[in-house]
């Protein structure tokens, strides 16, 4: 997500398993294994946390898992869920590809309708407050006193441009922007989407793009134009942290790729930290909703429950935002 200039106005271990039960272990005392409590241990199941034994120990992608993880992960997958209870994806890849593919789209119809210079770029870009454009020069009146001038209007949200909120997160004018955004949807979609699940894919993209655009309204000059897929991005990390993290896998990986784009976002001029920022906390608590959730029959219940109470919170705030600019 990048900003344009703002022209001066003049005026525990493992996923959603059982609680650790089984071994003995005392104050100072050894662990037992769940299953055989005549036996130490000091290994635990990476996706529920038991305690187990060398002939417990099943080996997994990470770690190793219980009897009852292989048994239950096996149930899913003859079922086509995923660990957390989504539809399996047929090819996990697909929603990222119809992503990039409505992304790189907008991109030509800007490029052919004169690049820097075309009007979709004011009209889909994110702006908290409106502008009236007259020879070059902006002022900020509202619409009615604009058209009497003859200038051209540039509408925010705080004007009733509420889909800014959304097409924002679809819209680049710079090509380097464009690929550096897709090629993170390109290397992190399909990841999250096969851990999770189309739907809950999508919903993670939906509260992250959301999130972002929310923190740019807080936090960011209201006739600063912002732009980009970024946030998105940065939910994606957060959502690959929090499951990496939930299944005992390794983070440094992940935690290296954030600590380059952070680097980036305020290295490079006119980025948007704000966007970024409020992304990657939309993606980290869309995740963890979706991760955490107590597993059962009421599981998909909770989660899409949770995620819904994200997305109505982050639209109360953006609400609150657009009223106190209007």
Known sequence: MTEQPPPPPPGAPGGGGPSPEGGATGPTGPTTCYRHTDRETGIRC???????????????????QCPECVRSGRKETRSGRTTYGGARSADASRTSYVIIGVNVA??????????????????????????????????????????????????GVSD???????????????????????LGFYIIGPFVEQAVGRARFLAICAVSGLAGS?????????????????????????????????????????????????????????VSWQGHLGGFAGGLLAAAAIVLAPRGERRALVQWSLLAGLLVVVLVVAGLRVVALA
């Open 106 to 155: 907008v991109w030509l119809a800007v490029l052919l309708t004169g690049y820097t210079s075309s009007h979709l770029i004011d009209v889909l870009g994110l702006r908290g407050d409106g502008l009236c454009e007259v020879g070059g020069r902006y002022f900020s009146v509202g619409q009615q006193l604009c058209d009497t001038r003859n200038g051209v209007w540039l509408p």
């Open 214 to 270: 929310t923190a740019v309204l807080l936090l960011t000059n209201p006739y600063q134009l912002t732009l980009g897929a970024s946030g998105i991005v940065f939910g994606l990390f957060g959502a690959v942290a929090v499951l990496l993290w939930r299944s005992g896998g390794d983070l440094r990986g992940i935690l290296t790729l954030l600590a380059i784009n952070v680097f980036i976002t305020f290295a490079v001029p006119n």
């Open 46 to 64: 990476q996706r529920c946390g038991r305690p187990i034994c060398p002939e417990c120990m099943n080996e997994a992608a990470v770690g190793f």
């Open 160 to 182: 009733g441009a509420l889909w800014q909120l959304v097409t924002s997160a679809f819209l680049h004018v710079q090509i380097w922007h464009l690929v550096g955004n897709m």
